[in-house]
Every structure is written in C-alpha cells, then in structure tokens.
C-alpha cells in the first residue's frame, strides 16, 4: 500500500514572518555537535534509518549544505529545524555543523519545527495531528488559527485531529506506515474500539487497499443486516430471542457509514436520543447537509 503525501501549497517564509526557507550559510556559524540537542516537543518523532544512513553518506562527501536553525537554552542549542541533518551529521562523524542561531520565543520555536516538518512532508499523519493538538493544547489556538497558520482548510486539520481518537494499537499501524489516512478514515466510520482494532488488523493483514476496506466494511454490515432482519422485523418488534444491543450496534455503525463519523444510540424503555460527533464547523455544515438531503 502506497502512501502518498501532499505538501503545503505556500512556503514557510509566507507563513511565518521573519522566517528565510533558504538561509544563506553565509550567515551561519559553525557549532559542535555535542551541544546540540532536540527539542522534547519536537512534532518529528520517528526517522527512516535507511534514509539517515544515505544523507549521512551524502555529508561524509558533501557536507551539510543548508544549516539547521537553533535557539539558544542555557549553555547548549536546541534544534528549530533541521534534526535530520544533525543527526546525519553525527552519524557521519562530524564534529561540528553550521548553523544559524535564531531569538524565537516558544511559539513560534514550535510552530517553524511543526511547519517546516509539513513543507517538507516529513511527519506521519499522527506526527502531524499531535502537533496540532500541541498548538491547540498548549498554545490554546483554535483550528481555524491553525489552519491559517500551517495554509491547510480547518477541515483538514478536523479530519487530521480525528486520527487521536482511534484505540492505541490503530494509531501505531497508522503511524508505522500499515495503514494511511485513507484507511485510517474507513476504519472511524466503525463504532468501537475493538471493532476499530480488527478491521484494521484485517486491512493489514489482507493488504488492502482504501476501496477495498471499503467495500468489505459495507458488505460486512449487508451481512449484519440480513442476520438482523431473520430475528426481527422491526425495532418495535418483542425482538424475543434476539441481542437488542447487537441490533443497536448494527443501526451505530450504519449511520457511521452513512454520515462519516461516528454515531451513539443511547435506547432504553422504547426511546433515547442519537448522539452524532463532528469535529469542525465545515463538518457540522457537512453532516447537517446529509441529514436534510
């Protein structure tokens, strides 16, 4: 299965005031590795060992050509932008590299690591929802901010966000790569975690693609269905003999599919109330749509 990503259609210079996507090393200066350290905070959790080990053999025999960007803490430097590039470094023996040294408080430190990482698509899809939960949490910025500050619709980041709902487990496959945002969409329209949990583990498994998870999801509840309707034909029905909270579950999961996200029936004594999630003003307008049409 292929993962595909789609970059920022504006630079990091446009999005950030001050910002030069380019520095010149000219303006650089020469730092010893050791007294540079990552930032905790830093939205880029995960490193393709493969990749590292070719841009540290292009180092060896090139040298590091654009410097990092650094803010000073203490007696030491933490890294702004470029993490990949220094540990590169390191693993290439450098003892030193160049680097531009800027005064940024902390907002804007992790807004050019988080932007920067997305201009060049390096964050996995939970890299980049945790780092907008980190604005969102941290900084208290809305998503409408968010989406202003990083060029993406609030819709996006909406969407993006919806990744930290899944189980534990489902957020690892996504974040390992076994399965994309695509895949990560279908397996929300599922209600519960557990159910959540085997249709991905089915998708990797299976190697399927987004279609095909899909089409097995809608022809999985078909079944459901026709299982329901041998033991009743009716809601209002007695349903002797029959798992009223299996049936409720069935109705849960087909109006997830029907709306795309995820919906509570709360039954007991003959009524109740359906409860619908959304996540962003466009999604609310979205889902509203869907009920009227």
């Known amino acids: 299965m292929a993962l595909g990503k789609k970059g920022l259609g504006r630079g990091l210079d446009t999005l950030i005031p001050g910002y030069e996507e380019n520095p010149d090393s000219s303006g650089a200066t020469e730092l010893n590795i050791i007294d540079i350290e990552p930032r905790r905070d830093q939205p880029r959790k995960h490193f393709d ?19 990092i960007l650094v803010v000073k803490s203490g007696e030491r430097y933490q890294i702004i932008a470029g993490e990949r590039r220094w540990r590169a470094a390191k693993l290439a023996g450098l003892k030193a590299i160049p680097a531009i040294v800027r005064d940024y408080d902390e907002l804007k430190v992790f807004e050019v690591s988080l932007i920067e990482n997305l201009q060049r698509q390096d964050l996995n899809p939970i890299e980049e929802a945790t780092g907008y939960k980190s604005l969102m949490d941290k900084f208290g910025m809305t998503q409408e901010k968010i989406s202003e500050r990083v060029g993406k619709s609030r819709s996006s980041i909406a969407n993006s966000l919806r990744l930290l709902s899944l189980p534990a487990e489902v957020v690892k496959m996504v974040a390992d790569g076994l399965l994309s945002t695509g895949h990560a969409k279908v397996v929300l329209s599922v209600s519960g975690a557990e159910k959540q949990l085997r249709l991905s583990q089915h998708i990797v498994s299976k190697k399927l693609s987004v279609r095909e998870a899909e089409e097995y999801v809608k022809s999985f509840e078909k079944q459901k269905r026709k299982d329901i309707k041998a033991h009743s034909s009716s809601f209002s029905s007695n349903l002797s003999g029959f798992d009223l909270k299996t049936y409720i579950s069935v109705l849960e999961d087909d109006l997830s599919q029907f709306i795309g996200t995820r919906v509570k029936i709360r039954h007991s004594k003959g009524k109740g109330k359906i409860e619908i999630q959304y996540f962003s003003n466009e999604d609310l307008d979205r889902i509203i749509d869907i009920i009227k049409n």
């Open 49 to 67: 060992k493969t990749q590292l080990a070719e841009l540290a053999d292009s180092i060896a025999t090139h040298g590091v050509i654009q410097p």
